[in-house]
């Protein structure tokens, strides 16, 4: 079929209609459906996707994960191993959301990677609301926004503040402010039901602050509809150099994206990877009690600090290559982007698969977490304000955030029943 | 801070020496002139009386502040002689410090300049805030781990509110018919690194005020130990940063006031000798250390007979003397437009507070088995981060005048009033 044409790297042009034979008869459609052909596809997309990126050597991880929870049940060993292998799968989840945006346009492709950007986050966390660990799903998305502001930027300002070392990097100042004040909307709307239970002033105590979360989170994401709508329509032309949706032209340009996968391998991988990332998810969760017994780490520690670890991987890996590329404004989009998708959407819609699923999900963070989230957002977002970076904010970030580690660390939930 | 000081005394010598030429030339006569013979006449007996009193003269007669300078003497005579009247000698032993720690700034501005750009920068970054470290220290061998908190965090709120409020109100007036102008960019940086530095402090206060840390009393001290080794790490990648990028985008932030800007403008003359200018150092800490140690010991005395709380001595009266020298140049620096070093001096020595002395309080603490923490209690801390913010916020726009500065004034009363009522929720910590 088209094989030789993809293999040698096919544009966009010829990847759809190829694909589709559109430009050719029966016979190709025949062909297509030849078993022979067929198994030299699945190798060679197999070949592309798993063995071209070196992360996957920690693919094996993840079966390991499986043998030892059937065998010898060690839970911190499954824990470790269950992260181990989903990291490799998350990122060539991005990478297959990637490659699949290409194919579509740009605004199917946007709602791709603010779908399933956060994906592992997702899955995650609704395996563990499944298992009604509410309070692991609160802190992991919380320490998904806090690796991802604090972590995830201050890495890519070291590392390409020591790469740069001559200059500040500049960035656009423009966008960094409207993106974290856009942050700092979504932080607040999250807050007020935390705010609200620590004033100790609500109607029915317990109920009320569930009701409030729910309606909040209705709000958030309505909001957040809108604000995707809004970088869709092209309105936000302003902001077209934060590559969160990796489609403006400048990306493709520069980076020369060639569609690696044609499109339908690309779904299949797409919906392979999800199934992956779900089994895997699954032990991670049962993992964690064990885990954080075994490991002798508190759970908020293993939900704020290790589970992000999982879920960024592949952020943390992108935005520092674009620093070191001098690209600031995409490592900007990738850290700002992700935290403000999972305030304004994976929170929320949390909430509301919770309150579906009759769990009692609800926006109250406990204060600590709460002051830590908004203390830390409201800082970077003010460090943003200048444009520039280098080597020395990337490492006060960095310890920033090994500071707040050591706090989870000897951190216990006042009310530990739901530890 | 320390390159205000230096500027201070090379543009008009206002604060120090009027007959300038007189002075620089004696280190020519007897060092850099002549050979053996000089070497001889400066090992005469006499001649180093001279030299010391030239020194003398040039160090202590010069600065018009130093007329503070018995109040040491007197405040020392009085601990011994009446042993009462703890509110005298606290109040004299105050008094007597401000000159010599301002004296100590210019020892050490003069010292830099006979050093080379990096070891100045670090000396200025050490001694700059010596005497909060002293009295700290003081304090902290007598167990008053609340005065030493509050007092360091004291320092940084009249830095930020004081003595800034001071120096744009100053300008202002000086200036009256526009608004100043500073470096935007510098102010902004520097204004996002003391955020940072203060979120590193509030960690452990934050734990411990949401009562989640997991061993009551004992987590907050690991973690105030683990934070402070980790700003002491902070501190000492940005003294590596900013000695290594003597850019001139930092450079009109006269902090480390090696840079050539600082020294072309502002005519670096050497007054003192740079032996003389270590003896001086080692005199005048020395000195600082004496008083410090009747100034610590009759905080509590002077409590009771001024009748006030020891908050309010901690947070209010005690940094009036680590400051008054930044106080001085900031003020100064304002009156002649050049805002940008005034910012430098504020937020520098706030940062280098917030960076560098509490974490090291923290672990000399620890070493002495002090149980000294970085849990701020909870209205200090709320106040901290307030006025940071608010202070960071109010510069970004890189102008002021004198309504700015009366505001800023206004607010740290506002804030001294609060800490003349407010009484520590575990009154037994006040030791």
Not at chain 1, 32 to 41: A, F, G, K, M, Q
């Amino acid at each position: 079929m088209e094989s030789p044409q993809i293999e040698m790297g096919a544009f966009k042009a010829n990847g759809p209609q190829g694909q589709n034979g559109g430009l050719r008869s029966t016979s190709s459609m025949v062909q297509s459906l030849n078993p022979r052909r067929t198994i030299e596809r699945v190798l060679r997309s197999i070949r592309i996707v798993i063995f071209t990126s070196k992360l996957n050597l920690l693919l094996p991880f993840g079966p390991a994960t499986i043998v030892l929870h059937f065998a010898a049940k060690g839970h911190g060993l499954v824990f470790l191993f269950s992260m181990l292998g989903i990291t490799p799968l998350a990122e060539r989840l991005g990478y297959a959301t990637e490659q699949l945006t290409l194919y579509t346009g740009s605004t199917v492709g946007g709602l791709l990677n603010a779908t399933f950007g956060n994906a592992t986050e997702m899955i995650i966390a609704i395996y563990a609301l499944k298992n009604g660990m509410i309070r692991v799903v609160q802190q992991s998305l919380l320490g998904s926004i806090l690796s991802n502001m604090l972590l995830v930027m201050g890495c890519a300002f070291f590392v390409g503040g020591i790469v740069n070392r001559n200059k500040d990097q500049v960035f656009s100042k423009a966008t960094a402010v409207v993106n974290s004040g856009l942050l700092l909307m979504a932080v607040m709307g999250l807050m007020f039901p935390a705010v609200l239970h620590f004033t100790h002033s609500e109607v029915r105590q317990g109920a009320s602050e569930v009701s409030l979360s729910r309606f909040s989170s209705c709000v958030m994401l309505v909001a957040y509809t809108s604000y995707l709508y809004f970088q869709l329509s092209g309105r936000s032309n302003v902001y077209s150099q934060i590559g969160t949706e990796e489609m403006p032209n400048e990306d493709v340009a520069e980076e020369d994206e060639e569609a690696e996968i044609g499109m339908w391998e690309s779904i299949i991988w797409l919906a392979v990877l999800t199934l992956w990332v779900s089994i895997l998810s699954e032990y991670l969760v049962n993992a964690i009690e064990g885990a954080s017994d075994s490991l002798n780490l508190p759970v908020a520690f293993i939900s704020v600090i290790l589970l992000p670890i999982v879920g960024n991987a592949a952020e943390h890996a992108s935005a520092i290559m674009f620093a070191m590329k001098d690209k600031l404004d995409i490592t900007l989009g990738v850290a700002i982007g992700s935290s403000t998708q999972i305030s304004m959407f994976v929170i929320p819609f949390c909430v509301v698969i919770g309150w579906i699923m009759g769990q009692k999900m609800d926006l109250n963070f406990q204060l600590f977490e709460t002051a830590t989230l908004f203390i830390t957002v409201l800082v970077v977002a003010f460090m943003l304000q200048d444009g520039t970076a280098n080597y020395l904010k990337g490492l006060m970030l960095i310890l920033c955030y090994l500071i707040v580690a050591a706090s989870f660390f000897v951190h216990v939930d006042p009310h530990s029943s739901d530890g | 801070m320390m390159g205000a000081e230096k500027a201070e005394l090379g543009l008009e010598g206002e604060a120090a020496g009027s007959p300038l030429p007189a002075t620089k030339m004696q280190p020519l006569d007897f060092e850099h002139i002549g050979p053996l013979a000089t070497v001889v006449e400066s090992l005469s007996g006499r001649s180093k009386w001279r030299r010391a009193l030239t020194s003398v003269r040039v160090v202590i007669f010069k600065a018009k502040i130093n007329v503070l300078l018995p109040f040491g003497p007197l405040a020392v005579m009085l601990h011994y002689l009446t042993g009462k009247h703890q509110g005298w000698v606290f109040l004299f032993s105050l008094i007597g410090i401000t000159p010599l720690a301002e004296r100590l700034g210019y020892a050490t501005e003069q010292l830099a300049c006979y050093t080379g750009p990096t070891i100045g920068g670090l000396l200025n970054a050490t001694f700059g805030n010596a005497t909060e470290m002293i009295i700290s220290l003081y304090a902290l061998k007598n167990g008053m781990i609340r005065v030493v908190q509050q007092s360091l965090l004291g320092s940084i709120l009249s830095n930020m509110l004081l003595v800034l409020g001071c120096a744009f109100f100053a300008g202002g007036l000086a200036h009256p018919n526009r608004d100043q102008v500073f470096n935007k960019a510098s102010a902004v940086v520097n204004s996002g690194l003391l955020l940072m530095a203060v979120l590193g402090l509030m960690f452990p206060a934050v734990l411990h005020f949401t009562h989640s840390e997991a061993q009551y009393g004992k987590s907050e001290v690991s973690l105030s130990r683990f934070s402070s080794c980790i700003m002491l790490v902070a501190y000492a990648s940005y003294l590596f940063f900013q000695l290594k990028s003597q850019r001139s985008l930092y450079s009109p932030i006269g902090e480390e006031e090696e840079t050539s800007e600082a020294t072309e403008d502002e005519e670096d003359e050497k007054e003192i000798t740079q032996g003389e200018a270590i003896c001086w150092l080692f005199v005048l800490t020395i000195w600082i250390s004496v008083l410090s140690g009747y100034l610590v010991d009759a905080i509590q005395g002077a409590s009771e007979s001024l009748n006030m709380p020891i908050a309010f001595i901690s947070v209010i009266l005690l940094p009036i003397v680590g400051n008054a020298a930044e106080h001085a140049s900031a003020i100064m620096f304002a009156m002649k437009d050049k805002l940008d070093i005034t910012l430098g001096v504020a937020i520098g020595s706030s940062t280098q507070i917030s960076m560098f002395v509490i974490p090291f309080c923290v672990v000399v603490g620890w070493m002495m088995g002090q149980q000294m923490d970085l849990n701020f209690q909870l209205f200090e801390t709320a106040t901290l981060f307030i006025t940071v913010l608010v202070v960071a916020f109010m510069l970004q726009e890189g102008t002021s005048n004198y309504f700015k500065g009366l505001m800023l004034i206004l607010c740290y009363l506002i804030v001294a009033a609060s800490f003349f009522v407010h009484v520590d929720p575990n009154s037994s910590d006040n030791k």
